[in-house]
Each structure stands twice: as structure tokens, then as C-alpha cells.
């Protein structure tokens, strides 16, 4: 039986670079046919691949062009489903990793200004052109003080006290919660921007 990667499943799987996790892209191609049959014939595949590469595991699983096939089981960093195109999703690929910012989001060591500028890149490339959205949740130091000049000026003194509650600390950037108020700008919120993009890159 296979087990589909879901982050919240795996610790261990948590605490990996993303770089590491995109090292290691695999997804498990499995004849169709055969599977309702009964039978589990598969094989991994690591991505991106070449075409020979693909047709090699295609054969290697008894399917012939236009055969079906599923996605049983993958090991990556966002969902994959398992009627996905293997050429589309391999073609997705090739597009994220040539993109510069991509870089330093692989390596996982990434801070605002790379995955704002990764959200950017993605948007400019026609890869994803609302990715710049998921990125509206950051607020720049400047643009705080700017709004809290404005409530000031307006008397509106409660509203600064609950818009600046969560904020401990000075910072370049803060993270703008739901309610429109601002707090301290952690690495877990940069990740989740992080896969949130790629799981909406590779849908």
C-alpha cells in the first residue's frame, strides 16, 4: 500500500532543506492497467528527466504511448496528484529551477528578500502570475510607520495599540495576520509562503 507525502505526516520530512527535498523528486509511475488487475508494476523516476529518460521508465512498466498510468506514491516537496502529466509536471520543473531566485530557495537557507523576490520571479516569468499575492501578507518596516503616523493623526490610538501588538522586536519586515494587525515576521510563515507557491507551481 502506498503513502501519499503529506508534510504534516513527517517530522523528519519537516526539518529537510528544501534543497534536499527537491535533490531528491521521485515520483512512482505505475501501469494502470495492471494495477486494477491486481498487479503493482511501478518504477521510480527521478525529476526532472529527459524525454529517454521517461520513455525508458514508461517501458520499463509495460506501458506503450497512450497506455494510462498513475502517480502512486512521490517523494517531493508539494502534492502531486496522482493523475498528473509526467511530462507536464517534469516541463514545470525545468521552468522553476532556471528561474535566479530559485537558487537560494533550494538551498534552503532563504530570507524575506529571497522569497520575495522568488514570488516576483515567478509572477515576471508568466510561471504563476499571481504569485506576488501570496507575498502580501509582508509589510515592510516602512510602510508600518507610515500607517501608524496616519492613526495618530486621526486619534485612533487603540487601533495603533492592536495594529503593533505582536511586534517585539524592530525588523525590516513584519507579517500582516488576518485581522490586518502586525507581528514579528518568523521563518515558519517564509516556509509556508515557500510551499504554498510551489504546491500552486506544480498543481
Known amino acids: 500500500m502506498f503513502v501519499r507525502y503529506k508534510a504534516q505526516e513527517s517530522a523528519k520530512k519537516q ?23 491486481g498487479e503493482l508494476v511501478f518504477t521510480w523516476l527521478e525529476l526532472p528527466a529527459s524525454e529517454y529518460e521517461i520513455r525508458k521508465a514508461f517501458r520499463e512498466i509495460g506501458c506503450l504511448d497512450g497506455d494510462e498510468y498513475i502517480i502512486s506514491d512521490y517523494e517531493a516537496p508539494f502534492e502531486i496528484s496522482e493523475s498528473a502529466d509526467v511530462y507536464e509536471l517534469n516541463e514545470k520543473l525545468d521552468e522553476l529551477i532556471n528561474i535566479d531566485a530559485t537558487d537560494s530557495i533550494l538551498a534552503g537557507v532563504y530570507d524575506v528578500y529571497d522569497v520575495m523576490h522568488f514570488a516576483i520571479d515567478l509572477a515576471n516569468t508568466g510561471i504563476l502570475s499571481y504569485a506576488e499575492e501570496y507575498v502580501d501578507c509582508i509589510i515592510s518596516d516602512e510602510t508600518v510607520r507610515y500607517n501608524v503616523q496616519e492613526m495618530a493623526k486621526e486619534g485612533d490610538f487603540w487601533r495603533i495599540r492592536y495594529f503593533t501588538n505582536g511586534i517585539t522586536e524592530p525588523a525590516a519586515f513584519y507579517y500582516v495576520d488576518g485581522y490586518g494587525n502586525c507581528r514579528d515576521l518568523r521563518q515558519s510563515d517564509l516556509d509556508d509562503i515557500v510551499r504554498e507557491l510551489l504546491d500552486e507551481v506544480m498543481r
Open 15 to 37: 526539518k529537510q532543506s528544501f534543497k534536499e527535498e527537491f535533490n531528491m523528486i521521485k515520483v512512482a509511475l505505475t501501469n494502470l492497467a495492471k494495477y486494477n488487475e
